[in-house]
T-cell receptor, first 112, second 111 residues
Framework: GENVEQHPSTLSVQEGDSAVIKCTYS??????FPWYKQELGKRPQLIID?????GEKKDQRIAVTLNKTAKHFSLHITETQPEDSAVYFC???????????FGRGTSLIVHP | DADVTQTPRNRITKTGKRIMLECSQT?????MYWYRQDPGLGLRLIYY???????NKGEISDGYSVSRQAQAKFSLSLESAIPNQTALYFC??????????FGPGTRLLVL
C-alpha cells in the first residue's frame, strides 16, 4: 500500500518568514495530493490540492509543488502570519477509489 | 461546517463497554469514512463505505465495526472498548470530486 512520509514534524518560524513542509510517497499510481490544515480543536480542512498532471499550484500565500519522478511534493507558505499556526497534513491518493493515505502531520508555529 | 455532524462530541467509557459513535451528513455524498487521530500519527483510516451496501476495512479496523444505516448515516462501534482506543475520531464524506469534508470529531477516553 501507499506510504506517506512528512517532514518536519514541528516547524517554528517568525511572522513574515516562509515555511516549507515536505512529503514523499511510495506508490507511483497516486495522482492526487491534497493538503489539510487543522487548527487547534478543529477539524481538518482542505487548503490546496494538486493533481499529477500539474507541477505547481498557487493560491494567494500558499503553493504546492509536485515532483512525480522523485515522488515528493511540498507545501510552501509565504509571509506567514500567526493565524497560519496549525497542524498541516499531506495526503496521497489514487484517482477513482480515492482512499487517501495521510502523513503524520507538521505542527507549524508562527511567532509574532 | 454543519453539513457533517458527529455525536457524541466527547465520551468517557470504561474498558469492556460497547459504544457507538454516530455520523450524519446533509451533503448528499455517497462516500463516508471513519478515521482515528492520535498525536504524532496523523489520520488513520478505520473503515469506509462507498454506498449503503458497501463496507470496506481500512488499515486499522481490528476492534471496530461499522454500520451504514442510510446514505446520510455511518456509525462506528467499539464492541469492547480498550484503553488504547482512546483517541480523536473523525467522520468524513466525499462527493463526486476528491475533496473530503470532515466532521467536528469525537473525543473518546477509555478508562
Amino acid at each position: 500500500g501507499e506510504n506517506v512520509e512528512q517532514h518536519p514534524s514541528t516547524l517554528s518560524v517568525q511572522e513574515g518568514d516562509s515555511a516549507v513542509i515536505k512529503c514523499t510517497y511510495s506508490d507511483s499510481a497516486s495522482n492526487y495530493f491534497p493538503w489539510y490544515k487543522q487548527e487547534l480543536g478543529k477539524r481538518p480542512q482542505l487548503i490546496i490540492d494538486i493533481r499529477s498532471n500539474v507541477g505547481e499550484k498557487k493560491d494567494q500565500r500558499i503553493a504546492v509543488t509536485l515532483n512525480k519522478t522523485a515522488k515528493h511534493f511540498s507545501l510552501h507558505i509565504t509571509e506567514t502570519q500567526p493565524e497560519d499556526s496549525a497542524v498541516y497534513f499531506c495526503a496521497a491518493a489514487s484517482g477513482g477509489s480515492y482512499i487517501p493515505t495521510f502523513g503524520r502531520g507538521t505542527s507549524l508555529i508562527v511567532h509574532p | 461546517d454543519a453539513d457533517v455532524t458527529q455525536t457524541p462530541r466527547n465520551r468517557i467509557t470504561k474498558t469492556g463497554k460497547r459504544i457507538m459513535l454516530e455520523c450524519s451528513q446533509t451533503k448528499g455524498h455517497d462516500r463516508m469514512y471513519w478515521y482515528r487521530q492520535d498525536p504524532g500519527l496523523g489520520l488513520r483510516l478505520i473503515y469506509y463505505s462507498f454506498d449503503v451496501k458497501d463496507i470496506n476495512k481500512g488499515e486499522i479496523s481490528d476492534g471496530y465495526s461499522v454500520s451504514r444505516q442510510a446514505q446520510a448515516k455511518f456509525s462506528l462501534s467499539l464492541e469492547s472498548a480498550i484503553p488504547n482506543q482512546t483517541a480523536l475520531y473523525f467522520c468524513a464524506t466525499r462527493g463526486v470530486g476528491e475533496t473530503q469534508y470532515f466532521g467536528p470529531g469525537t473525543r473518546l477516553l477509555v478508562l
